[in-house]
Nanobody
Framework: QVQLVESGGGLVQPGETRLLSCEAS????????VGWFRQSPGKAREAISG????????YYADSVKGRFIVDRDNRDSVAYLQLNSVNVEDTAVYYC???????????????????????WGQGTQVTVGS
């Protein structure tokens, strides 16, 4: 059974750090690119970060660039998203997704394309506030 399970969400103080995890099972994680997305109430889902199989290429939306860090551990089939210097605009449900890596995907221009992702997690809520 294919699963992507996010964890690490919760209430975070403004300016603090939170590490989200995405545990994969039921498929060959080491051959899939991973993306992180988020959705705030009343807004469309936003692609915020992506990482290739090797981890050498990482992509970020402008809204999180310089603050969030994406990484992965293929041996343990886990992807991570570290949220640094969070602010209230980061309040959202965070999702991880995985899509089979090909020669031209994920790339700088296409990593955020939701249609390229085959598997999705259920999401973890991150709320920034005091």
């Amino acid at each position: 059974q294919v699963q992507l399970v996010e964890s690490g969400g919760g209430l975070v103080q403004p300016g603090e750090t939170r590490l989200l995890s995405c545990e994969a099972s039921g498929f060959q994680f080491g051959t899939y690119g991973v993306g992180w997305f988020r959705q705030s109430p009343g807004k469309a889902r936003e692609a915020i970060s992506g990482i290739t199989v090797s981890g050498r290429s990482k992509y970020y939306a402008d809204s999180v660039k310089g603050r969030f860090i994406v990484d992965r551990d293929n041996r343990d089939s886990v992807a991570y998203l570290q949220l640094n210097s969070v602010n209230v605009e980061d309040t959202a449900v965070y999702y991880c997704a995985a899509g089979p890596q090909r020669d031209n995907w994920p790339s700088f221009s296409s990593w955020g394309d939701e249609t390229q992702y085959t598997y999705w997690g259920q999401g973890t809520q991150v709320t920034v506030g005091s």
